[in-house]
């Protein structure tokens, strides 16, 4: 955290199966220098074993052995790079429809989609869903790498029609900044390097762009201060503590809080970092609070400064499905709400997004990987914010009771798309 949030960019790579996604950040890495020599050797080996040349840059990120067996990435790849300028956090996320439910956790906290596409086919409907989620979660900017534009001997027209879809598509979903870049990751042509074959583009590098991509939206909300309480602390001496994770804006000492959801005001008395008394704790800073009243707050509390959330037990969400078995009206799971976990009802489905024509349908139930709206009761208040104003407690997961599995990811409030 002493990093400044304007000089770290956390963005995600997502599109479709062997669109170029994992070569473009092998090809981003490597020439920016950001690989050991051991890492290339490595690389290197594996990529002698499959026959594929001398370096397969999609081996980089692809670091699970079936990834590199199949020639697809199943989960999500963190990489961390830097330039003079900025640094990065990498999410390179899977492309395949089976791994949708891994492409939105590794969204989850990217303020840039960096979206890879094969040039010659344009938008695919896997493409246009992964859109579709990114917006969802809150992604406003938008850097398409119109890839393999080599294989189309860099014919204009070919990009112009990629230009074409992705604007009509992004101002539908909401994005506010949008570029489009024509790519050969394989060659590395205006990755990191501008492109001498394609003279008629006089836009940035996608280096040039994730540079000067707004940063820091993570760290910012237009909620106020969250704290979600995810442990209580007894101090030598008597009285206790509440430790948890700051987001949505910054705490002060001696600033009026609020517990939720008993909606008890009290004072910040003190503010305990991993180093020591702190007068402000920032967003994404792990704290314990020293409240100046005695209070029963327990984990999955949430302490708060105005605007104050709101505590509910029912509610409209948007959720993207992601189990093999459908979900429908009376569907019983398990919610996980920030620190906070409790049994969960579907009351009902209120439709499903169409990804191709972005419209809402009917219907009865959610089949994997469907997008849908749909009104939700708990047996516990869980205390949120609509997703727009704050990522954090205004996100939750389902979790199928029997198997323990995710089912769902959801964002609290109605998509401003839908």
Not at 167 to 188: E, H, M, Y
Not at 327 to 356: C, E, F, N, W, Y
Request: glycine share 8%; charged share 20%; net charge negative.
């Amino acid at each position: 955290m002493s990093e400044p949030t304007s000089d770290l960019l956390r963005f995600a790579t997502v599109g479709s199966v062997d669109d170029g996604k994992s070569t473009l950040i092998g090809r981003l890495l490597v020439d920016t220098r950001q690989l050991f020599d051991d890492q290339l050797e490595a690389v290197a080996t594996a990529s002698a074993k499959r026959g594929v040349g001398d370096l397969d840059l999609s081996f980089v990120t692809d670091g699970l052995r079936a990834e590199r067996e199949q020639g697809i990435t199943i989960d999500v790849a963190y990489r961390y790079a830097a330039t003079p300028t900025r640094k990065f956090v990498i999410a390179d996320c899977p492309g395949h429809v089976q791994y949708t439910r891994n492409m939105a956790t590794g969204a989850s906290t990217a303020e840039v989609a960096l979206v890879v596409l094969d040039a010659n086919e344009g938008l695919k409907e896997q493409t246009r869903r992964h859109l579709c989620i990114a917006a969802l979660l809150g992604v406003r900017v938008v850097i398409v790498a119109a890839n393999k534009m080599d294989l189309t001997q860099w014919d204009e027209s070919v990009y112009t029609k990629v230009v074409d879809q992705v604007n009509d598509v992004a101002q539908r979903l909401g994005f506010t900044d949008t570029t489009v870049i024509p790519v050969s990751a394989l060659k590395g042509d205006n990755v990191v390097e501008r492109s001498y074959v394609a003279t008629w583009y006089q836009g940035p590098t996608v280096l040039e762009a994730l540079e000067s991509a707004p940063a820091g939206s993570w760290a910012s909300s237009a909620s106020g201060a969250r704290l979600p309480i995810q442990w209580v602390l007894r101090q030598n001496g008597g009285g206790r503590t509440y430790a948890g994770m700051v987001n949505g804006g910054e705490f002060t000492v001696g600033q009026q809080v609020t517990l939720m959801p008993q909606g008890i005001t009290t004072t910040l008395k003190a503010i305990n970092g991993p180093r020591g008394a702190l007068d402000v704790a920032l967003p994404g800073l792990s704290v314990d609070f020293d409240l100046a009243d005695d209070t029963d707050a327990g984990r999955g509390d949430l302490l708060a400064t105005a605007p104050l959330p709101t505590a509910t037990r029912e509610f409209e969400a948007t959720i993207c499905w992601f189990s093999d078995k459908p979900v429908m009206a009376g569907t019983r799971l398990r919610l996980k709400h920030t620190t906070r976990s409790t049994p969960v009802m579907v009351r009902s489905i209120a439709g499903q997004l169409d990804v191709g024509n972005l419209t809402v349908a009917d219907v009865t139930e959610l089949k994997m990987n469907d997008i849908g709206l749909v009104n939700l009761m708990t047996a516990e208040p869980i205390v949120v914010d609509d997703y727009r104003d704050n990522r954090v407690t205004g996100s939750f997961i389902l979790i199928d009771e029997v198997t323990n599995a995710t089912v769902a990811a959801g964002m609290i409030g109605h998509a401003n798309f839908i």
